[in-house]
Nanobody, 116 residues
Framework: VQLVESGGGLVQPGGSLRLSCAAS????????MGWYRQAAGKQRELVAT???????NYGDSVKGRFTISRDGAKNTMYLQMNSLKPEDTAVYFC???????????WGQGTQVTVSS
């Protein structure tokens, strides 16, 4: 599956952004889709995941500020990011992992910069 992210950019602290991830095929029931991020000089970390049944999981640093969702009809996943902080600055990657081991796919990433 091919994944294409969009929606990154520069935003001031306290602002909001919505990222989108368009997938080249419908999600399967065993797929877990998610957002990960990697800041300069740091390891990639979990932001949020969502299952085919819309169960969600969030990293501790974004709970209460970010919301993950998906639109099955559009094969698109979203990440609504509110109350952004400078420490949210990173490249954000879209991921699709098959729990049946059929594949683990990544998008090319989109830069999010939070700065005044």
């Amino acid at each position: 599956v091919q994944l294409v992210e969009s929606g990154g950019g520069l935003v001031q602290p306290g602002g909001s952004l919505r990222l989108s991830c368009a997938a080249s095929r419908n999600a399967r029931t065993d797929d877990v889709m998610g957002w990960y991020r990697q800041a300069a000089g740091k390891q990639r970390e979990l932001v949020a995941t969502i299952t085919w049944g819309n169960s969600t999981n969030y990293g501790d640093s974004v709970k209460g500020r970010f919301t993950i969702s998906r639109d099955g009809a559009k094969n698109t996943m979203y990440l609504q990011m509110n109350s952004l902080k400078p420490e949210d600055t990173a490249v954000y990657f879209c991921n699709c992992e098959s729990l049946m081991g059929l594949g683990n796919y990544w998008g090319q990433g989109t830069q999010v910069t939070v700065s005044s």
